[in-house]
């Protein structure tokens, strides 16, 4: 009798979800829904209504299973991908407590360098944890809600996280696994358990407030039958799901050594699977557990395409149009560097920074040389931390992309370039998506006592890739003077960046324009 997986992918922007077979991997139906973000915030701040969550996953799921043309009582597993960090407060009866604070919320700069220092610093934070902390974490969220709200704080009963939120909703159970539960800075990722001085160190009470952690090969429990009949499910087991970098990883095949995944999204990251712990004694690569009892660690930038959607905003483009305008420009852009901190950065960790524009004159002041230096930026930001990760020892063989930006042939020529490295994209390109409904028949097969693999499991639905693009000796040479250059130039304005930071808090409203001074 034939059996299906859900996926289901919850990202900043929109929550997508396929339905597989169960036995092939083979995609037979697939649902978008976007998300609203919470507007009129305070600088830094990037917030989001898990209720808006639920209402896309429920829109995306159905979307896709009238696509696939499937019975739904024969859906087996659902698994859950989610956007990392992201704090979601639950009070003792469930309920949200408040907007969860996302991923690249940067208001808790203040909070997050007082855990660092209560851990002894960044470079002993790391000793401890074998990470560390950064802003945008989910600790330091906590103690923001903490100082700032305290009312709320005394509400708070549960941690979770956005795809743990999304389990929650499905099964009515609070529930985190390895992979995700590792990028909240709370988590001691050599020996899978909360840290218990990082714990304190938000608050002395905070331990009873955070979900048992399991091993990713351990279900949540099954959907509610109120949920379930909704969609005409039956009995529908709840994988562990994960992190969306650690989906994206399963849903590369990234899942044993040697394989690397780059995704091009939101935010940009890189990550690599190791079957130890990783640890980055400066801290800058995180050493994340992964969503299959193994590690994976990850450089994550957090300005790719939120960069390019600001300038098609600008000029009035969609991805076509931007795509041929990039491509008129050389490699190099005649000398136009962007740096990409739109939204602060946290590799290299500068969560004060801004968008920089170097290099502007008479020849490059035009749309095409702008699209094709933001470009250029984002994947020159990436290649700061491949250098780290390599003066580490990894150094991967091979690209798999993955992503909105895996869709553009300029980003992968030139990540292929900065990189030195040939870049492959999928069969499957939402790859979050896919690894959550490939961990779910992983999680749904050891449930029925068969024996399952995970590696030969990813090896069968995802396969090889395809090569998209080969380092150019050239451009690659090119690229090298470039990533010196950016690299010093953003070291140059670390001051700036700072000094800029306290103008920012003062400045006035222009005149006629309503709004208070902040």
Known sequence: MPAYAIGIDSGTQATKALVADAASGRVLGRGRAPHAMIGGLGPGASEQDPAVWVAAAEAAVAAALKQARIDAAKVAAIGVSGQQHGFVPLDRRGRVVRPAKLWNDTSTIAETEELVAALGGRRKAVSRLGIAPAVGFTA??????????PRNF?????????????????????????????????????????????????????????????????????????????????????????GDNMMGAIGSGNVSPGVCTLSLGTSGTVCAYSDRPFVDPGGEIAAFCDSTGGWLPLLCTMNVTNTTEIVKSLFGLDNARLERLARRVPAGAEGLLFLPFVDGERVPALPSASAVFFGLDRRTFDAAHIIRAVMEGTVLNLGYGVSRMRALGSAPAEIRAT????????????????????????????????????????????????RCDIAALAEQWVGKGRLAAEPDAKSASLYEERQAR?????????????????????????????????
Request: aromatic share 8%.
């Open 154 to 242: 005394a509400r708070l009963a549960t941690v979770l996280l956005p795809h743990n939120f999304l389990n929650h909703w499905l099964t009515g159970r609070a529930h985190m696994e390895y992979g995700d539960a590792s990028g909240t800075g709370l988590m001691d990722i050599r020996r899978r358990r909360w840290h218990e001085a990082a714990v304190a160190a938000v608050d002395p009470d905070l331990g009873g407030r955070l979900p048992a952690l399991a091993h990713p090969r351990e279900p949540v429990g099954f959907v509610r039958k109120d949920v379930a009949d909704r969609f005409g499910f039956g009995r529908v087991l709840v994988a562990s799901g994960g």
């Open 140 to 149: 330091s969220k906590i103690l923001w809600l903490k100082r700032r709200e």
């Open 403 to 450: 992503g909105g930006g895996a869709r553009s042939r300029v980003w992968l020529q030139v990540a292929a370039d900065v990189f030195g490295t040939p870049v492959l994209t999928l069969k499957e390109p939402e790859a979050a998506a896919y690894g959550a409904a490939l961990q779910a028949v992983w999680n749904w097969r050891l449930a029925r006592g068969e």
């Open 486 to 518: 950016f690299n010093d130039l953003w070291r140059r304005l670390v001051p700036d960046f700072k000094a800029r930071r306290g103008l920012t808090a003062r400045s006035v409203p222009a005149p006629g324009r309503k709004g208070a001074q902040r």
